[in-house]
């Protein structure tokens, strides 16, 4: 269940990124040419943008969920056995890194979608 979260909350960032980060990140560079190929392949893109708000609301819904569990998750003890207890630590050093890896670009795509265009 835990590995599911923060994998959601990763999914649920990168859908930020792709919704607002990219179209200004290639708007900005002179790529968008590139932009409105990426949108003929994958017209989803639009659906993300036309939908932000309620796109980042589901990605902090689980940003939230995921750090509550992590932060649960870190009293509990790995077993006995090395094997299993290799398995265990290498999970928790996983799941610690996708979750901050998602509230970092959750972060980033919130920024280009909010905060940005109000300070220019």
């Given amino acids: 269940?835990?590995?599911?979260?923060?994998?959601?909350?990763?999914?649920?960032?990168?859908?930020?990124i792709f919704c607002c980060f990219l179209p200004v990140l290639f708007a900005t560079?002179?790529?968008?040419a590139v932009f409105a190929g990426l949108i003929g392949v994958?017209?989803?893109v639009i659906w993300l943008s036309e939908n932000k708000v309620s796109v980042?609301?589901?990605?902090?819904?689980?940003?939230?969920?995921?750090?509550v569990i992590q932060?649960?998750?870190?009293?509990i003890a790995c077993?006995?056995?090395?094997?299993?207890a290799e398995s265990c630590s290498t999970a928790k050093n996983w799941s610690k890194g996708i979750l901050v890896a998602a509230i970092v670009l959750y972060a980033l795509g919130f920024s280009f979608a909010f905060v940005l265009p109000k300070l220019l």
Avoid at 29 to 32: A, I, M, Q, T, Y
Avoid at 71 to 75: I, M, P
Avoid at 79 to 84: G, M, S, Y
């Fill in 1 to 16: 269940m835990k590995k599911l979260l923060s994998v959601g909350a990763l999914l649920g960032s990168i859908a930020t």
């Fill in 29 to 32: 560079l002179g790529f968008g």
């Fill in 42 to 44: 994958f017209p989803q």
């Fill in 56 to 67: 980042f609301a589901v990605a902090g819904i689980l940003l939230v969920i995921a750090t």
């Fill in 71 to 75: 932060y649960r998750a870190k009293s």
């Fill in 79 to 84: 077993p006995i056995d090395p094997k299993l």
